[in-house]
């Protein structure tokens, strides 16, 4: 099937980095660093893959559908979205009580190779909200998606065509980068001090903890990060206190040194006090390192943070 959406302009440099992750689709992850040495000399030494249109990859590494369209308009990849997004909706017509679906289901379902369902798990994730949890596989892909909350049920039943779909996607994202990082997705700041989501972490984690504000950042959404949000002479205590009350929820890097900081304990606690709402994001840690009070929360390893990200701020 032919599909025919509007073409965004991108530079020789970012058509060769999207047509090396293209490569990469069902086969291995991409790591930046190492995409980076394969493409020495055929890229500017300066070249950053995170400044490409959002539209077509996300943070430099993964790949939307309409990124897949703007290498390859005859790829099958569109219609095999369109193909799992029905098979996924008509079975939670039939089974409403479904709260997951694995991509074993859709792959009988749809007579698509599994490998294939895996990829457009991912693929549907920018789309819309077609899923609240996913597990994840080494490459790329997911095997399960959780469907947990009337949103997502809605998402499917709302569902009319790919070709609506995408296009929607096409003229929001494009609209996003008109609007000022406040307004961004849908989200406006309440007061100067307002964040959609207060980051506790160790000071040792730092550079794990600006990966994910970042993101969080280029999203549209609002972060506080205590060393760069804290201006001199503001009191540190107070200013957490009242960052904590503001924020919309807490986001927990867990880590061995997090677990024995008790400034990121202390955090905790008020987060659960105030009845916020507390991600724990695993980074070298498992579910069962998680402080008593979180035992019953879900969790995420850290390497899939962009997608909590842009589940969070789409």
């Not at 959002?54 to 309409?66: E, F, K, N, P």
């Not at 850290?302 to 990200?309: A, P, S």
């Amino acid at each position: 099937m032919t599909y025919h959406f509007p073409v965004i302009h991108l530079t020789e440099p970012e058509m060769i980095w999207l047509k090396a992750v293209y490569s990469r689709v069902g086969v291995e992850s991409v790591e930046v660093r190492s995409l980076k040495a394969t493409l020495w000399g055929k890229i500017p030494k300066d070249f950053n893959p995170r400044l490409i249109d959002s539209r077509a990859l996300i943070q430099g590494v993964r790949l939307t559908l309409y990124g897949v369209y703007l290498i390859d308009p005859s790829a099958s990849w569109i219609e095999e979205t369109d193909k799992v997004i029905i098979a996924i909706r008509d079975h939670l017509l039939k089974n409403t009580k479904l709260r997951e679906i694995s991509s074993d289901q859709i792959a009988i379902l749809t007579k698509l190779p599994k490998p294939v369902v895996e990829v457009v798990f991912g693929l549907v994730m920018d789309l819309g909200r077609f899923w609240s949890s996913a597990s994840g596989n080494q490459t790329g892909g997911y095997t399960q998606l959780g469907i947990d909350g009337e949103e997502y049920f809605d998402q499917y039943l709302q569902y009319e065509s790919i070709e609506a779909l995408l296009d929607k996607f096409i003229a929001e994202g494009a609209q996003r980068k008109t609007l000022p990082n406040s307004q961004s997705w849908g989200i406006l700041k309440t007061s100067s001090r307002h964040h959609d989501v207060f980051m506790s972490y160790s000071s040792q984690d730092r550079e794990q903890a600006h990966l994910i504000c970042e993101a969080i950042e280029a999203a549209g959404g609002s972060v506080f990060l205590a060393e760069k949000s804290l201006k001199p002479g503001e009191e540190f205590a107070e200013r957490i206190r009242e960052s904590l009350v503001e924020a919309n929820e807490l986001w927990m890097l867990v880590t061995p040194n997090s677990l024995k900081s008790e400034w990121v304990i202390a955090e905790l606690g008020a987060a659960w006090a105030f009845q916020k709402k507390i991600v724990p994001i695993l980074f070298r840690c498992e579910p069962g390192d998680l402080p008593e009070r979180l035992r019953g929360t879900q969790s995420i390893d850290f390497h899939k943070y962009l997608e909590l990200v842009h589940a969070t701020f789409r």
